[in-house]
């Protein structure tokens, strides 16, 4: 099979199911992973797809949004030594907020059992992980739970945050770029995720290099909103100091 004809195949594939990986298309094409990254990128230069981490969705879909387990699965390593970096961030007593995200869940999983802070978030992921350590004051903020995220959204969580105000907040996104700044798919969860870093005097962003120059529908804010990104060596040097050069401190863990 020619290049064009894979190509038109993979466009096919990625129109009928929403979005296409690339471990998968080398097994269908029997051909390399790197072939198929060639043709992800000629078919995102064209204009007919936009890549994203792992694999391509169709243009059109910067709304798509995988579900949780398969959100939690994608750079699984990589998000656990972000998690490793991010703990030395966490005070020694004090308010914080842990935004809904995968990292951020996998963060309130590795916080330590006799850890003693009040921690207020709207995800359910976050506090059941939280729930059973006896030293921490924790506030779920209410409000409709969004499937996709199991996070809470609309009028009583704005309000809820309207009302705190913490010493860190750590925060997710699903792509960022010093251009596009942070995005998310959904516009009630970008406004959730625009009152929490108002709540906080700092903020954190702990978001895998896979997320790095990817564009979702609803922007809540700018990399220069964020005091510290905790992000994996997959973000080039180049790329780190360019967001440096705005004001933002780099971890690459």
Do not use: C
Not at 11 to 23: F, I, N, Y
Not at 147 to 152: D, N, P, Q
């Amino acid at each position: 099979m020619y290049a064009p004809e894979r190509q038109q195949e993979i466009l096919r594939l990625a129109q009928e199911s929403g979005r296409v990986d690339v471990l998968s298309l080398a097994e269908e094409f029997q051909v390399t992973a790197e072939t198929v990254r060639r043709d992800l990128k000629a078919l995102d230069r064209a204009g007919l797809l936009r890549r994203v981490h792992g694999g391509a969705i169709p243009v059109g879909r910067l709304d798509f949004e995988p579900d949780l387990a398969e959100r939690d699965a994608v750079a699984a390593d990589e998000k656990d030594r972000i998690v490793q970096a991010a703990l030395t961030d966490l005070p020694a007593d004090g308010n914080v907020i842990i935004d809904a995200g995968t990292t951020t869940a996998r963060l309130a999983a590795a916080v330590p059992v006799d850890a003693a802070l009040t921690v207020v978030t709207h995800a359910l992921p976050v506090a059941a992980r939280l729930a059973d350590h006896p030293g921490i004051a924790l506030h779920l903020v209410g409000g409709r739970v969004r499937h996709r995220t199991r996070a809470a959204v609309d009028a009583w969580a704005l309000g809820a945050y309207a009302e705190i105000s913490a010493d860190v907040v750590f925060l997710a996104t699903n792509g960022f770029s010093p251009d596009s700044g942070l995005t998310t798919p959904d516009l009630a969860e970008a406004a959730v995720k625009r009152a929490v870093v108002k709540a906080a005097r700092r903020v954190v962003l702990l978001a895998d290099s896979g997320k790095f120059g990817q564009r979702h529908f609803a922007r809540f804010g700018d990399l220069t909103d964020v005091d510290l990104l905790i992000t994996d060596t997959g973000l080039s040097p180049d790329d780190a100091r360019s967001i440096e050069s705005r004001g933002t401190e780099v971890v690459r863990a």
